[in-house]
Every structure is written in structure tokens, then in C-alpha cells.
């Protein structure tokens, strides 16, 4: 297991929703290391950040046993024209400059998967959250019926202000039920190793 891959591990056992900037936990490391992953968070992390779009669905936040305790849960009724058409969506709340490399990571779980299908089927993305909603990243994964983290990487080409990328996680490619945790948008500066990044 890689050393990043256990932050996440520890991170998900102590964080339950995102630390204020003053508090211990924001505080733990030495102004001289490296940030920890909850620091390196550019969006809020808990469940509540998400907002839901498009047609064909219903939503819910509900009690779960991800990580924070609660969930967002999505039913997709109908399929879309296009996976995007119906999704979930939380933006950043900090600036991100051009050349820092981007992971998402995002907590995911199928309650109700495509009929004859194991599992659901998502795409999580990095993107500009305004139109043509430029790609910085993304992943077509398939959750099943327990909590894991998934994954998507990719480099801002540009400066973002704060709330002008966000994740989505988009719901539209089949009739479905898909619970989502919390959800984190890191930024791991420039010229980071993309090669050490978790991956799904």
C-alpha cells in the first residue's frame, strides 16, 4: 500500500467532516512539513458540499457508515441522452494555480445497480464549472455495494479562482441508485510525481 494511499486510510478513520482552519487537527504538522491531506483540500470535504442537477432523479441526505456519517443518495430513474445529464457536483472554495496537480477523491457505493449489471456506473471528473467545463481529469468506475474511495488526477491548465472548478459525478448512464460520501479535491502542487497518486 502506498504511503499515500494510507493517508487516505488514516484520514478517513479521523475526519469526519472538513477541520476549521484553526483547529488541532489543522495544526498537527510543523509549519515546515509537508501539508497533510486534509490540508491540502481546496473544496469542503463533507457530504453537505454536494449539489445535485438534471432530470430524472430524486435525492437524500441519509445516516451511512462512510466516513462523516451520511450520505448523499441519488436514484436515476431514467437514463440520460448523455452520462452528464445528471450528476453531482461540488466546487472549490480555494484558488488552484496553473501546473498544480489535482486528485479527487471521492466516496462511492451502489444501492441499486443497472438491472443485469454487479455494479453502478459513474464517471468522476475534475472540470471548469463553467462552460465548455474543461477537463482536468477523470474516471469512469464502476461502485459496488460497499464504501471505497475512487479516484481521478489530471493538471489545472490554468489559474481557478475559488468556485470556478469543481468535481462532478455524473449519474446519467443508467437507472440507478448511488449513494455518495464526502468528497475531496486536493491540490498537490506543482510538479508533484503523478505516478505516486492513488488509482482505482
Known amino acids: 500500500m502506498s504511503?499515500?494511499?494510507?493517508?487516505?486510510?488514516?484520514?478517513?478513520?479521523?475526519?469526519?467532516?472538513?477541520?476549521?482552519?484553526?483547529?488541532?487537527?489543522?495544526?498537527?504538522?510543523?509549519?515546515?512539513?509537508?501539508?497533510?491531506?486534509?490540508?491540502?483540500?481546496?473544496?469542503?470535504?463533507?457530504?453537505?458540499?454536494?449539489?445535485?442537477y438534471g432530470p430524472h432523479e430524486t435525492h437524500e441526505i441519509l445516516e451511512a457508515?462512510?466516513?462523516?456519517?451520511?450520505?448523499?443518495?441519488?436514484?436515476?430513474?431514467t437514463p440520460g441522452a448523455n452520462p452528464w445529464d445528471t450528476g453531482a457536483g461540488s466546487l472549490t472554495t480555494k484558488p488552484v494555480k496553473a501546473g498544480d496537480v489535482m486528485l479527487l477523491a471521492v466516496w462511492l457505493r451502489t444501492e441499486r445497480a443497472?438491472?443485469?449489471?454487479?455494479?453502478?456506473?459513474?464517471i468522476v471528473r475534475l472540470q471548469g464549472s463553467a462552460e465548455p467545463y474543461p477537463e482536468i481529469g477523470s474516471a469512469a468506475v464502476t461502485p459496488g455495494g460497499e464504501?471505497?474511495?475512487?479516484?481521478?488526477?489530471?493538471?489545472?491548465?490554468?489559474?481557478?479562482?475559488?468556485?470556478?472548478m469543481g468535481a462532478t459525478v455524473q449519474l446519467a448512464g443508467a437507472s440507478q441508485t448511488i449513494d455518495l460520501g464526502p468528497v475531496?479535491?486536493?491540490?498537490?502542487?506543482?510538479?508533484?510525481?503523478?505516478?505516486?497518486?492513488p488509482a482505482n
Open 3 to 52: 504511503l499515500l494511499r494510507r493517508s487516505f486510510s488514516a484520514l478517513a478513520l479521523v475526519v469526519t467532516l472538513a477541520a476549521p482552519a484553526g483547529s488541532a487537527l489543522a495544526q498537527d504538522a510543523p509549519a515546515a512539513a509537508r501539508p497533510s491531506m486534509l490540508e491540502r483540500a481546496v473544496n469542503t470535504v463533507h457530504v453537505t458540499s454536494w449539489s445535485v
Open 65 to 77: 457508515t462512510v466516513q462523516g456519517g451520511h450520505a448523499l443518495r441519488v436514484n436515476v430513474s
Open 114 to 122: 443497472p438491472e443485469g449489471s454487479g455494479g453502478g456506473r459513474a
Open 147 to 164: 464504501w471505497k474511495l475512487y479516484f481521478a488526477n489530471g493538471v489545472a491548465a490554468r489559474d481557478f479562482a475559488p468556485g470556478e
Open 184 to 197: 475531496f479535491i486536493l491540490d498537490m502542487g506543482p510538479d508533484y510525481d503523478r505516478s505516486t497518486l
